[in-house]
T-cell receptor, first 112, second 114 residues
Framework: DAGVTQSPTHLIKTRGQHVTLRCSPI?????VSWYQQVLGQGPQFIFQ???????GRGNFPDRFSARQFPNYSSELNVNALLLGDSALYLC???????????FGSGTRLTVV | DQQVKQNSPSLSVQEGRISILNCDYT??????FLWYKKYPAEGPTFLIS?????DKNEDGRFTVFLNKSAKHLSLHIVPSQPGDSAVYFC?????????????FGKGTRLSVIA
C-alpha cells in the first residue's frame, strides 16, 4: 500500500525561476496539506486542500500557490524563487474525519 | 510568535533509561496534540497523539502526558533504544474549532547512547 509520494526528491533552481512540486496522497485520502521545513525549524503550514478546494493558507507570500486535482493529487508552485525558499517541502494527506496526517519524504529544494 | 515551543534542542539518554521530551504551547484553542519522529532524508512519522479531554495516552513504550492548565505536554519513552535516535516534533491543532493545520515546535534531537 503506497504512502504519500512526492516528486522530485531533490531539486536545484536559480533565483527568479519557478518550481512545481508534486504530491500523491494515500489512496482514499481527500485532504492534502503542504508544509515548508527550513533547517533547524519545525515544518510550517503553507496550504491545505480538501476535495479540490483550498481550506487554509499559512503566512506565505502570493508567490506560493497550489492546487488539487480530481484524483486528489496536488501541486505546489513557487514563482520568483528566493534564496530563502531553500527548504524541505513536505506534503501530508489525511482521510475524512481523520486527525492523523501522513507525511511524504519531502522534496529538498535548493535555490542558488 | 511561537505557539508551540520545544525548549530543549537536544537530549542524550543512555540505552534502557527513560527519555522525556517536553513541549509547551500558548494557544488555548489547541485541543489535539501529536508527536512525530523524523529521521534524516525522511518525512515526519506519526508516533502518538492525545486529545485535550485526556491527560495521558499510552502506546507501547511511548506515553504522552498533557497538563492543560500548564499548557504543557511531554513524551516519555521507556526503555529508550538506539533506534529511537531521531528528531522529535511536537505539533498542535484545533480540529474541533474547524482549524486543522498542524503547528509544529522546532524539534528536539534525541540521541540514545548504547
Amino acid at each position: 500500500d503506497a504512502g504519500v509520494t512526492q516528486s522530485p526528491t531533490h531539486l536545484i533552481k536559480t533565483r527568479g525561476q519557478h518550481v512545481t512540486l508534486r504530491c500523491s496522497p494515500i489512496s482514499g485520502h481527500k485532504s492534502v496539506s503542504w508544509y515548508q521545513q527550513v533547517l533547524g525549524q519545525g515544518p510550517q503550514f503553507i496550504f491545505q486542500y480538501y476535495e479540490k478546494e483550498e481550506r487554509g493558507r499559512g503566512n506565505f507570500p502570493d508567490r506560493f500557490s497550489a492546487r488539487q486535482f480530481p484524483n486528489y493529487s496536488s501541486e505546489l508552485n513557487v514563482n520568483a524563487l528566493l534564496l530563502g525558499d531553500s527548504a524541505l517541502y513536505l506534503c501530508a494527506s489525511s482521510g475524512t474525519g481523520n486527525l492523523g496526517y501522513t507525511f511524504g519524504s519531502g522534496t529538498r529544494l535548493t535555490v542558488v | 510568535d511561537q505557539q508551540v515551543k520545544q525548549n530543549s534542542p537536544s537530549l542524550s539518554v543512555q540505552e534502557g533509561r527513560i527519555s522525556i521530551l517536553n513541549c509547551d504551547y500558548t494557544n488555548s484553542m489547541f485541543d489535539y496534540f501529536l508527536w512525530y519522529k523524523k529521521y534524516p532524508a525522511e518525512g515526519p512519522t506519526f508516533l502518538i497523539s492525545i486529545s485535550s479531554i485526556k491527560d495521558k495516552n499510552e502506546d507501547g513504550r511511548f506515553t504522552v502526558f498533557l497538563n492543560k492548565s500548564a499548557k504543557h505536554l511531554s513524551l516519555h519513552i521507556v526503555p529508550s533504544q538506539p533506534g529511537d535516535s531521531a528528531v522529535y516534533f511536537c505539533a498542535a491543532t484545533a480540529p474541533y474549532s474547524g482549524n486543522t493545520p498542524l503547528v509544529f515546535g522546532k524539534g528536539t534531537r534525541l540521541s540514545v547512547i548504547a
